[in-house]
């Protein structure tokens, strides 16, 4: 409490509203300009873990996989001047790719503004073009209503990241505490859902109800607003075939019969182009229609039928001329849809099928007889067909498997057949930056941390993370890190073997021993060069009951046969 009276400082303040919100976790990295929230932390019952990371960056990387699998607001702090430019990378990823992450950055005293106080960084204009809400919290007394805001714009509409500059005098200010309340509607998202137009809707049906090829492609939407359900009511009354993007990947089982898999440049191969390429419909569902999905706009081909779903009316009709819109939430558009679909058989239409079950068995034939040869060479250096095929054969059907968006991506995008919907892999597809699939499963783990989860990267990312291994160990959790080692920044040398005439220029690095690396630091780890021994090695791993790491010498991006379109062309 503040000194002398009943109130509360700032800092008290704001973990008593982050309790009120429902965090009961927070990733984050000590400063000086963090100490009242500390020590506000330190003294108050709250209820919320804090984990100590090594550096910024994986705390909002943590936040992040935290909400993906928990469907919560994440929350990380970081102190002044190199803890805000740190921190905001991850908070750059989860804004683009929809997720709610919340970082806090201690500041300066607001009488120290511009008198060159070490740190000074004026960090409401260094987020403010990055988030979707960024504030300062220059007067403590209106710290509760801007937190309140932050959680209703991180969780409404399209979900996005906020931030909060939270400067050195505001923590130790008054604040009354009957200002300390939170709407509980905004403790997970996505909050107050919007319904699509009625007549857009029966629009959308009647587009449906005549075509013979249709699609569906789903982004990331689904997933996020949970839409299992209803996508698949839609799918089987139609006999739709439904592919998905990268982050679209758990909106529906890879074994159901109508799944498609992956389409688009990465994890996409001939045959499931095709089932886009042949379409009359294409149904995008919380999908921005992106250069990846769309193989650069190629796929579907301009001037097919288009109905666009998504929560963000900017994203419909950016890149393809759009028949109908429905700016709206993923679920509530698709029951809707299936609710107007329902009536016309009811008033005796019938509803044409898709052929969605054949069309969709024929792209996973064609991607499996090409995948299977791979999957079980004994070629050295290990493919990472092998790898991949191992691993789902050894992981529970609720394991979390997140990715960098290097060497694994493609490979468990394309190959990896999801056997449960839900948010079972994650990857960075908005900014792709490496280091990130560590800290992501670390935060996944403290989210759902009954299940087993995998982090797979590359050698180039591991460079990027592996000071975590430390927090991973002090935490001791049981989280497995799988390491494609090839002594290279494998996506770009594969660029320029396939589109710069093999002239490789500046790509490859010396190799690391990354078990030896991982036991310094007390992970248990094994390297690997033989493919028999790559089974053993990955089922001892997964059953360790602490840290384990496992450092596959592996062949490189530029000599594979990965499922990424520019570089087979």
């Known amino acids: 409490m503040a000194q002398g009276t009943n109130q ?41 873990t804090h984990f100590l990371t090594r550096d910024e960056r ?15 607001p994440g929350v990380c702090e970081g102190p002044s001047g190199g803890g805000a430019t740190y921190i905001l990378p991850g908070v750059v990823e989860a804004n683009e790719s929809s997720i709610p992450v919340l970082a806090i950055t201690t500041d300066v005293s607001t009488t120290s503004r511009g008198r060159y106080p070490l740190t000074e960084l004026d960090q409401p204009a260094l987020f403010a073009p990055l988030t979707k809400w960024n504030a300062a919290l220059d007067d403590a007394a209106r710290l509760p209503a801007m937190v309140r805001a932050a959680f209703r714009a991180m969780t409404t509409g399209r979900p996005g990241a906020a931030h909060l500059a939270l400067p050195f005098d505001t923590q130790k200010a008054p604040v009354d505490p009957g200002e300390i309340w939170a709407d509980p509607r905004h403790r997970v998202f996505p909050a107050e859902r919007t319904a699509p137009d009625p007549g857009a809707v029966e629009e959308a049906a009647q587009l449906i109800a005549s075509a013979r090829r249709a699609v569906a492609i789903c982004g990331g939407g689904p997933v996020i607003s949970g839409a299992f359900a209803e996508l698949g009511a839609l799918a089987r009354m139609l006999d739709l075939p439904v592919a998905t993007t990268v982050s679209g990947q758990g909106a529906i089982a890879e074994t159901d019969p109508l799944a498609v898999g992956v389409v688009g440049s990465n994890g996409g191969n001939p045959a499931t182009r095709a089932v886009v390429d042949e379409a009359d419909l294409v149904i995008f569902i919380g999908c921005r229609a992106g250069s990846v999905t769309t193989e650069r706009w190629r796929s579907p081909k301009p001037g097919v039928k288009i109905i666009h779903i998504d929560s963000d009316s900017q994203v419909i009709g950016a890149n393809y001329a759009t028949d109908v819109a429905l700016a709206a939430d ?53 493919r990472p067909e092998r790898v991949v095929a191992t691993l789902a054969r050894l992981l529970d059907d609720d394991a979390i498997v997140v990715a960098d968006p ?41 989210g759902r941390p009954a299940v ?3 982090s797979v990267m590359g050698d180039g990312s591991f460079g990027f993370c592996c000071g975590e291994l430390e927090t991973l160990v002090r935490y001791r959790m049981p989280v497995t890190a799988i390491v494609f080692s090839n002594a290279t920044y494998g996506w770009i040398k594969a660029g320029q073997n396939s589109g710069f005439g093999k002239r490789f220029y500046n790509v490859d690095f010396g190799r690391t021993d990354h078990a030896a690396v991982a036991a310094a630091f007390g992970v248990k780890s094994w390297r690997v060069e033989n493919p028999d021994d790559l089974e053993p090695a990955l089922k001892a791993a997964l059953a360790h009951d602490g840290p384990s790491l496992v450092d596959v010498i592996a062949q490189p991006l530029h000599e594979a046969a990965a499922p990424v379109s520019e570089w087979v062309a």
């Open 452 to 454: 087993k989860t995998v």
């Open 8 to 48: 509360l400082t700032g800092a008290e303040a704001l973990v008593s509203m982050l309790q009120a919100q429902g965090v009961t976790h927070m990733f984050g990295l000590c400063g000086d300009t963090t100490l009242p929230f500390y020590d506000a932390l330190a003294r108050l019952d709250h209820g919320i």
């Open 330 to 382: 993923a679920r509530l558009a698709l029951a809707a849809l299936v609710e107007a679909l329902q009536n016309r058989v009811a008033q005796g239409a019938a509803l044409p099928g898709q052929g969605g079950a054949n069309r969709a068995a024929a792209a996973w034939q064609a991607k499996l007889a090409g995948f299977a040869p791979l999957a079980q060479s004994n070629e050295t250096p290990i």
């Open 406 to 446: 290097g060497t694994p991506c493609p490979y468990f995008s394309a190959h990896y057949r999801w056997r449960s919907k839900g948010r079972h892999f994650i990857s960075n597809r908005a900014h792709g930056a490496l280091g990130y699939s560590l800290a992501a499963a670390m935060g996944a783990h403290a």
């Open 58 to 72: 994986h705390a909002a990387y943590m936040a992040d996989g935290y909400a993906r699998v928990t469907g919560k």
